[in-house]
Structure formats: C-alpha cells, structure tokens
C-alpha cells in the first residue's frame, strides 16, 4: 500500500515536470524599422564596396564621381531586394539564455525513486529504496539538465550569428550583381 502511494506521488511529480519543460516558447523576432539611406555628399567613391569588402573596379573606364553615384543606385537596388542595409544592419537577437531549475532533478528524482523502490522491493523495503533512488537521480538529473541548459545556450547565440552573416550575405549577392549589371568588374 505504502509503494502504490510512493509510485502515484512520484508519478504526478514526474508529469509536472514534463509539463514545465515542454512549456517554454520560442521568442520571435522584433521587426526591424525601414533602413534610412546614408548621406551620399559625405560618402568617398567607394565607400559602400569596401564597407562589404568588395574590390570594385571601373572596367569601363568610369570616373570616381561616376562609381559612386552607381555604387549608391547599387545600393539602393540591393536594399530593395535583400530588404537588408549593411551600414545600419538589423541585430538578430538570440533567444534569451535560459538560467535557473531546468526540471532535470524532478524527473531524475522521479525516476530514481522509481529504480529505487522497485530495488526496495526486492531487498525488503521500498520506501528507503525509493528515497536513495529520489536522491541519486536528482542530483544526476539536475547535472544533466544544467549541461542541456548550456547546450541550448551557445546553439541559440549560434543561430542568433549565422542568421546575421546570411543577411550581410545576402546584400552583397545583391550589390555584387547590380554593380557587375553597370559594367564593374568585383572581387
């Protein structure tokens, strides 16, 4: 009767803590504000390509005044296109670390505590078994939880990286084929 009673409290404790960890939500993107076009009078010939680390050369003998004036129709080109503007980029926000109690030494202790009394049981009692199993499990539990935690956390600052280097890429495609279209050659 005691072992029913310990086997049903586990049970509730163990799907408490499987509600709690599969509740959390991903948090979405804030929209960015429209990008503002930089100030062209106070800008050299070819500010923008070397702002993407491009080497723009004139293969059809255009002048300075001639590059820049292309390179910021290119830029505009590319903005409208890619929706992305390099020298104001939006920042792409990691999901917030995540800290505090993970569930790992509830369900751990559950299932410790399982283990435990099942042991218990055999050796004469289940109660001591179930109790040294709750306490072997949560610790490992709360280990393995924190490891999960810390995992989740660099994956999410790596997605958070890759996704901004896929939007600079992106406007560089962009740029890299407007200026080519007016007779550029880049590299």
Sequence with gaps: MKTEHLIKAFTGILLTALAVAFSHTLHAQQPTPPPTLPD????????????????????KGQSKQQQKEDEFECYKWAM???????????????????????????VGAAKGAAAGAAIGAITGD???GAAVGAIVGGLSGRRQGKQAQAQQNQQ???????????????FAKAFTVCIEGKGYTVK
Excluded at 41 to 52: A, D, E, R, V
């Design 156 to 170: 999410a600052q790596a997605s958070a990286a890759a996704a901004e280097q896929e939007m600079k890429n992106s």
């Design 80 to 106: 409208e296109q890619s929706g992305i503007d390099p020298l104001n980029p939006p920042k792409v926000e990691a999901a917030p670390e995540k800290t505090g109690p993970t569930g790992g030494a509830v």
């Design 126 to 128: 289940a109660g001591d």
């Design 40 to 59: 062209t009078s106070k800008m050299t010939y070819n500010q923008i390509s070397q702002g993407l680390k491009l080497y723009v050369y004139p293969s």
